[in-house]
């Protein structure tokens, strides 16, 4: 049996930070600072937690906490970007068997709704599609604050996303 058989989730850690650019309807479109912004996944190896993230990404978030009319969000992975500091084991996962990142080389999240749960928590509710398979998700997230950058006369906010996804959806 293949060791990397074993995974049994896949989760999504995405800490980002935004500077807001201009406005959409009466949601605010807001720009990822990629030097903040991190993609990353923990998967199960046997017993062992094994961390990795994508290098490659783009995210495009239009928010207003305070009015969610227009407000949505879309990602998009590169799966060839994934990086878990050991070459051959992103090959591996790069491959037919799992990504299939030749065959399907993004992974996409788009949302179709945002809601509040409270207490700067949301959830994006929208389409995760890995390789061929398209599911109906929520994507919780917490806003961690916006601070004011007088600077540059625009905003900042941080958030931090968590996604755990079952095994077979990339299988």
Known sequence: MNQFRMFTFFTVLLITVF??????????????????????FSVNHFFTPVDGKFDDYKVDLWFDPDNF??????????VKSINTGNDKRDGYLQSPDLFNAEK?????????????????NFVAKGTLKIKDVSKEIGLPFTLLGVKELPEDMQKMFGALKRLRVSRPIIH
Request: hydrophobic share 30%.
């Open 69 to 78: 009319k227009g407000s949505s969000i879309e990602v998009t992975i590169n």
């Open 19 to 40: 500077t807001n650019s201009g406005f959409a309807g009466s949601a605010t479109r807001w720009n990822v600072d990629n030097s903040h912004t991190q993609i990353r």
């Open 104 to 120: 399907f080389p993004v992974m996409t999240f788009k949302s179709n709704e945002i809601v509040s749960t409270g207490d700067n």
